[in-house]
Every structure is written in structure tokens, then in C-alpha cells.
């Protein structure tokens, strides 16, 4: 079946300007989460939905950055007033906390570059 | 949140078996350990999990002591495909549910001809 797919897949913008981000999880996935990545790092949790709602808000790193989830399905990660700070490639994973392992399905990502 | 502690790098050939160690000294009884796998412009992809003693599946083996302050990855007969970022991680809890997973940096595997 069709994983997890994000979109762009690479995303370059100036400083000051908004983007926004697009997750599309596995169908019937109830949880979605997002991360980002830097280059060569381990991945920083930043916002974990189930359903619509955000129980998890506790890694998004100022108050620029936003995500929503509508339909219990895609979700968008919004990033305003981009800063260089922000280039990162930034992942998507989603879970229906049903399988054996609980484990999280993760997209391809969206490598952001802020110049 | 436990921490978890593994190699930066590892080295190895094609054919051998690789062993990755990580400790993770401060995991709460309830947590399982998950290891995860990332190659290179992917995401992380779920590779093994286990609680206690030993468990195998058809890619890799994972080892924890009665204690489980540590558990050990073993790949059996390594390709060159096999070269990629592992990760070791505390959780999720035996009793399901929401997760936040706290990666690492990994350890970078380098199989070579």
C-alpha cells in the first residue's frame, strides 16, 4: 500500500519568507508526528498529532513555526519569517498504534533550504 | 526520557557480521528498545525491536542482558547495501500508544568491497 508521502520534496526560500510543508500519512494512521533533521544529526521531535488535535506540542522550537492536521489526515507544517536556522530536511512519520511494534512509518522528508 | 549511548562510526566488509552496541543505562521498565535504519535521502525505517533476551527476524538480531542497560544490533553477513545510519531508542511503552521517539545520532555503518 502507499506510505507515507510529503511534499515538496525540496523546498528553497529567502529569509523572512513563510513555507509551508505537507504530510500525507498512511490511511487510517490515527497519529502523525513531525521531526527535523539537520544535516548530519539525529532527528528532534517537534509535534505529534492524534486525530486533529495536538497533545504534543512540546519540540517546535519558537513560536514561527505551526502545524495543523485536518480530517484526522494531512497535516501542514507552516514555518513563518524562515530563518537560515531552519534549513534542515524535515520528516513525517505516522502510527496507528496497532501493530505488533508501534512503530512509526516515516516519509521520504522535505529538504528546506533557507538562503 | 532515557538516553541512549552508541558508536559515532563503524566500519566493516561485505560477508562479515557487524555487531552495534548502545546503552541506554536510565530505561524505564515498561519501555521497549527499537532499533531504527536510515540510508541516505530516506526516512528512518523500523528495522527491530525487543524487551528482554534475544530476538531475530529476517534482518537482524537484537541481544539485551537480563538488565537491559544495553542491548546489542547484529547483522549478519553485511552487504554494501547495509551501509546506513542505525539508531537505538528507548520506547515505546509495553502498554502501547503515543510514543515520542528520542533519536540519537546514530551510528554510521560503512560496509566496504
Known amino acids: 500500500g502507499a506510505g507515507v508521502s510529503q511534499s515538496p520534496s525540496n523546498k528553497v526560500t529567502e529569509k523572512g519568507k513563510d513555507v509551508e510543508l505537507r504530510c500525507d500519512p498512511i490511511?487510517?494512521?490515527?497519529?502523525l508526528y513531525w521531526y527535523r533533521q539537520s544535516l548530519g544529526q539525529g532527528l528532534e521531535f517537534l509535534i505529534y498529532f492524534q486525530g486533529n488535535s495536538a497533545p504534543d506540542k512540546s519540540g517546535l522550537p519558537s513560536d514561527r513555526f505551526s502545524a495543523e492536521r485536518t480530517g484526522g489526515s494531512v497535516s501542514t507544517l507552516t514555518i513563518q519569517r524562515t530563518q537560515q536556522e531552519d534549513s534542515a530536511v524535515y520528516l513525517c512519520?505516522?502510527?496507528?498504534?496497532?501493530?505488533?511494534?508501534?512503530?512509526?512509518?516515516f516519509g521520504p522528508g522535505t529538504r528546506l533550504t533557507v538562503l | 526520557l532515557a538516553k541512549t549511548t552508541q558508536p559515532i562510526s563503524m566500519d566493516s566488509y561485505e560477508g562479515q557480521e557487524v555487531n552495534i552496541t548502545c546503552s541506554h543505562n536510565?530505561?524505564?521498565?515498561?519501555?521497549?528498545i527499537t532499533w531504527y535504519q536510515q540510508f541516505p535521502s530516506q526516512g528512518p525505517r523500523f528495522i527491530i525491536q525487543?524487551?528482554?533476551t534475544k530476538v531475530t527476524n529476517e534482518v537482524a538480531s537484537l541481544f539485551i542482558p537480563a538488565d537491559r542497560k544495553s542491548s546489542t544490533l547484529s547483522l549478519p553477513r553485511v552487504s554494501l547495501s547495509d551501509t546506513a545510519v542505525y539508531y537505538c531508542l528507548v520506547g515505546p511503552p509495553l502498554s502501547g500508544g503515543y510514543n515520542k521517539l528520542i533519536f540519537g545520532a546514530g551510528t554510521r555503518l560503512a560496509v566496504h568491497p
Open positions: 512519520a505516522s502510527s496507528d498504534f496497532s501493530g505488533a511494534y508501534n512503530e512509526q512509518f
Open positions: 490511511s487510517g494512521h490515527t497519529a
Open positions: 536510565n530505561i524505564a521498565t515498561n519501555d521497549y
Open positions: 525487543g524487551y528482554k
